[in-house]
């Protein structure tokens, strides 16, 4: 737990790489990026559940959460990793190219992971953020 809070990633990654480098193996590009797109997809659903709850903090981490597992899926798949915010910003750029919208709907999903920390954003705007994320998510996944 603790080292998943310190690199910023899911728990479910780290005993992933955990258990890779303890067996000497490692996914295939396929299994990695259904791995991050089944993340991608609880994720999802736990924000669902947080915002109906009125838990807006949590709900904008796990929607930022759900984004980033999309976009390492889609990574995956072209056989890279992404190990930091900056690979994530430049393997969407990347995929985006002139996409403008795909971009918007990226800083969104960054917007929602300031706000689990800073807990600035008013709750409609989190609904509409996460919504926001949902077709992230949707686009990405028709990449895959």
């Known amino acids: 737990m603790a080292e998943a809070e310190r690199r910023g990633a ?10 890779e480098r ?6 295939d590009p396929p299994e990695r990026a259904e791995f991050h797109r089944d993340l991608a997809e609880r994720f999802l659903r736990e ?3 947080l915002l109906a709850r009125g838990d807006y903090l949590q709900a904008s981490e796990k929607a930022w959460g ?8 889609v990574a995956a798949k072209a056989g890279k990793e992404l190990r930091s915010h900056g690979d994530l ?3 969407v750029s990347e995929i985006a190219g002139e996409d403008r919208e795909l971009r918007r709907l990226w800083r969104t999903a960054n917007s929602l992971h300031q706000n689990f920390y800073e807990g600035w954003m008013p709750p409609e705007d989190v609904r ?3 919504e926001d994320v949902k077709q992230f998510v ?3 996944k ?3």
């Open 10 to 19: 899911a728990v479910d990654e780290v005993v992933v790489e955990l258990l």
């Open 22 to 27: 303890a067996l000497g193996a490692s996914l």
């Open 47 to 49: 924000a669902e559940e």
């Open 66 to 73: 759900a984004a980033a597992q999309i976009v390492k899926a």
């Open 89 to 91: 910003w430049r393997f």
């Open 128 to 130: 509409y953020a996460v």
């Open 138 to 140: 949707e686009r990405l």
């Open 142 to 144: 028709r990449m895959l």
